[in-house]
């Protein structure tokens, strides 16, 4: 089996794995000078015993090039809608995540190991919120609008926003506006004003500095380099 990795590693084959899989990739020499994950618990052991790779033990997954890494089962998912979502858009990767029942494409480097506290009586549970978010990304939300839907403090919302998710409010709302302008960008012609305008940046200047931080390529160039592979224009998706 090892052969067979280090063969298709030679021949330029993607290849990943999931949770503790990391190790039959190590023991292939495939780690080596790689940024690397797996389970949080078998982290440690991994470092050691492939101590050429850097072994990050806090995040979902790392796409480093050719080979890919992810830690728990569920992480491995994640990974799995990455790839997906790199090779046939945003739009497939929501279907395929529809298709299997579970919770839209969490970035990579999400904490791994986040405590889920039982809800408060202040309103602690985070999913009610986090639908709401997803269904008003057209406004401009800021902490106060949050906290108040939530009816929390805004010092309450941010420390029960890192403890169920893993990181800050803002921080989460950018994520899913870029990931709601990445699939109009690729299913419709919605014009850029307009799609920063759905994704509640306001200008198409802001969509662009936080898009271009994010992927690399402006806008404009992501749409252009997608049509370019043939993926058909469509919004919403079916």
Known sequence: MLDLLRAAAARGIRIASICTGAFVLGAAGLLDGRRVTTHWSFADQLARAFPLASVDPSVLYVDSGQVLTSAGVAAGLDLCLHMIRADHGAAVAAEAARAVVMAPHRQGGQAQFIHHPAPEPDGAALQPLLQWMQHHLHHPLTLADLAGQA??????????????????????????????????????DTPIDRVAHLTGFGSPVTLRRHFTNRLGVSPSAYRTAHRRLGHPARWPPV
């Open 151 to 188: 009816r929390v403090s805004v010092r309450t919302l941010n420390r029960q926003f890192r403890a169920q998710t893993g990181t800050t409010p803002l921080q989460w709302l950018l994520a899913a506006s870029l990931d709601r302008a990445w699939e109009i960008l690729e299913t419709s």
